[in-house]
């Protein structure tokens, strides 16, 4: 084997390694998810996220990106994993309150076997800079398509089911049922689904991804008074069947 083509051959080999550890690479860094529905009722109320690695923490901060907002209504939610609580937080002005929440029960469900297997289908298109790959799941109750990247790895579907526990988002949230299949080993940038009885539409897009990026100021409490609430008492919104 002559030299150019050895380096060719090493060069190729670096790259494919390269490339297979960044495709495995833990998700740290910020996203804003959009839900939207055909129900003129729900409102398009985007969650601006911030997620550390495991080796960060593993904290996930979740603001409400609403009108109220701009008034000065801050409200956000924490989860935290390592101890099985969220903290739910609301701050108008100097008017700082929490709530911290002990729900063990709340992680276990959204680390409950997966009930759907989705199906690869040959179709890729971009998202966010980002190649996708796209799934089909068909269930008793909708019809989704599902869009993966394989360049980063984050479980968007766990941190869904956290976010369908939490009665401060908006019902839209609680719709579909494409969080109960199968983990897609990637992270899913795009949702459609369509409900086969009602025939009512279901979107969830990821956008502005930043890898590697902080926004502390979802993490912080400074100035809360925050209250606690102990295992096994009724909070949060309760797991359905939709």
Not at 22 to 36: P, R, V, Y
Not at 224 to 230: E, H, K
């Amino acid at each position: 084997m002559n030299k150019a083509l050895l380096y060719l051959t090493l060069l190729i080999a670096l790259i494919l390694v390269s490339n297979n550890t960044f495709a495995q690479k833990e998700f740290s860094g910020t996203f804003t998810m959009h839900i939207l529905t055909s129900d003129k009722t729900d409102k398009e109320i985007p969650l601006s996220w911030y997620l550390q690695s495991k080796k960060e923490g593993g904290k996930m901060a979740m603001q409400i990106m609403d009108d109220q907002l701009a008034k000065g209504v801050n409200k956000r939610v924490i989860f935290n994993p390592s101890d099985s609580t969220w903290l739910m937080l609301m701050g108008v002005n100097k008017i700082k309150q929490g709530t911290k929440i002990h729900r063990a029960a709340m992680f276990r469900d959204s680390t409950e076997s997966p009930i759907y297997t989705p199906l690869k289908v040959k179709e890729t298109k971009i998202i966010n800079g980002y190649q996708c790959y796209k799934f089909t799941l068909k269930t008793k109750k909708n019809i989704s398509e599902i869009w993966v990247t394989n360049q980063i790895q984050c479980n968007i579907g766990f941190i869904y089911k956290l976010l369908r526990h939490c009665g401060m988002i908006e019902t839209s949230a609680r719709k579909g049922d494409w969080y109960r299949s199968k983990y897609i080993k990637g992270m899913i940038l795009e949702i459609h689904s369509q409900n086969l009885v009602t025939k009512e539409d279901y979107t969830m897009k990821i956008t502005d991804l930043q890898l590697a990026v902080t926004k502390k100021e979802l993490l912080d409490t400074d100035g809360y008074r925050i209250s606690v609430i102990p295992e096994g008492q009724n909070c949060g919104v309760q797991e359905s069947d939709n």
